[in-house]
Nanobody, 127 residues
Framework: DVQLVESGGGSVQTGGSLRLSCTASGYTYSSYCMAWFRQAPGQVREGVAGICSDGTTHYADSVKGRFTVSQESANTNMHLQMNDLKPEDTAIYYC??????????????????????WGQGTQVTVS
């Protein structure tokens, strides 16, 4: 079974930094995308950043220039370096993954409906 576990969340002041990690196990797809999503109280879950097996990265406009998504190697841990954090970044952050990079990129790497595998989330609070 595919398992995704997020870590690295916490509380920081405005302008601070955090690094989230998503530990992935149970899948060895040659073609895949992994992505970070977030959900604030009372809000819909939104895509933040993603990385696919072809090396491409994708970002929401709201985080471009502040967040960086990376992966150690294929089918392994994914990270999200978050700099210059703002109160509006406060949310639960989720990791997601699924196979078929071409299909996911066609419909949108930052769309929730492209992923079947999700982690439990990690809280990020910026004050």
């Amino acid at each position: 079974d595919v398992q995704l576990v997020e870590s690295g969340g916490g509380s920081v002041q405005t302008g601070g930094s955090l690094r989230l990690s998503c530990t992935a196990s149970g899948y060895t797809y040659s073609s895949y995308c992994m992505a970070w999503f977030r959900q604030a109280p009372g809000q819909v879950r939104e895509g933040v950043a993603g990385i696919c097996s072809d090396g491409t990265t994708h970002y929401a406009d709201s985080v471009k220039g502040r967040f960086t998504v990376s992966q150690e190697s294929a089918n392994t841990n994914m990270h999200l370096q978050m700099n210059d954090l703002k109160p509006e970044d406060t949310a639960i952050y989720y990791c997601a993954a699924d196979r078929d990079s071409a299909a996911i990129q066609t419909f949108g790497v930052l769309r929730t409906d492209q992923y079947n595998f999700w982690g439990q989330g990690t809280q990020v609070t910026v004050s």
